[in-house]
T-cell receptor
């Protein structure tokens, strides 16, 4: 059973507009959430994270929102740029020193010029 | 910068061959992981290791084994390669407790089994 779900396999957005990528989770014990970005033929790279004690974390054009009651998080990219076109993975952790990450299946974002 | 280096970017192997995928990290991380990425299936955990000479099965360990003789090196072994093991293989490492930055991934190895 998938504990981390990204229900949209793909998203297409116009350059300059907002991109919103969504992620739902089922385990209320997750205490850290992360977003990774992956270009073809490269490994995923860390983008932004949020602790479960917060509801928002911002880093430049990227903002992650966490709604614990809905078990939902979202990544906002404003403004979107063609270089943002990639696959975005949502990940969650149960914490502890080992803290395995559980990944969603990814959403492919295409930003059109 | 933490570097996770995977020895090969592209590999082509024959069915039945024994295949070794090597991964080295240079930041003294305790934890190392092997994933495979397939379209529509996301990242699936094969094996992971929290310390030298220890290993734990992930979600899809069948057909694979691992070796961690030194802290910096984590090897994935395909005992007898099959066509359904054609995939992108990703190695990752993390320091214990460093959840705010999660994993650092290597660039991946695209393996084709023919």
């Amino acid at each position: 059973d998938q504990q981390v779900k990204q229900n949209s396999p793909s998203l297409s957005v116009q350059e300059g507009r907002i991109s919103i990528l969504n992620c739902d989770y089922t385990n209320s014990m997750f205490d850290y959430f992360l977003w990774y970005k992956k270009y073809p033929a490269e490994g995923p790279t860390f983008l932004i994270s949020i602790s479960s004690i917060k509801d928002k974390n911002e880093d430049g054009r990227f903002t992650v929102f966490l709604n614990k009651s809905a078990k939902h998080l979202s990544l906002h990219i404003v403004p979107s740029q063609p270089g943002d076109s990639a696959v975005y993975f949502c990940a969650a952790s149960l914490g502890g020193s080992q803290g395995n990450l559980i990944f969603g299946k990814g959403t492919k974002l295409s930003v059109k010029p | 910068d933490v570097k996770v280096t995977q020895s090969s970017r592209y590999l082509v192997k024959r069915t039945g061959e024994k295949v070794f995928l090597e991964c080295v990290q240079d930041m003294d991380h305790e934890n190392m992981f092997w994933y495979r990425q397939d379209p529509g299936l996301g990242l699936r955990l094969i094996y992971f290791s929290y310390d030298v000479k220890m290993k734990e099965k992930g979600d899809i360990p069948e057909g694979y084994s691992v070796s961690r003789e030194k802290k910096e090196r984590f090897s994935l072994i395909l005992e007898s390669a099959s066509t359904n093991q054609t995939s992108m293989y990703l190695c990752a490492s993390s320091a214990g407790g460093a959840l705010s930055y999660g994993y650092t991934f290597g660039s991946g190895t695209r393996l084709t089994v023919v």
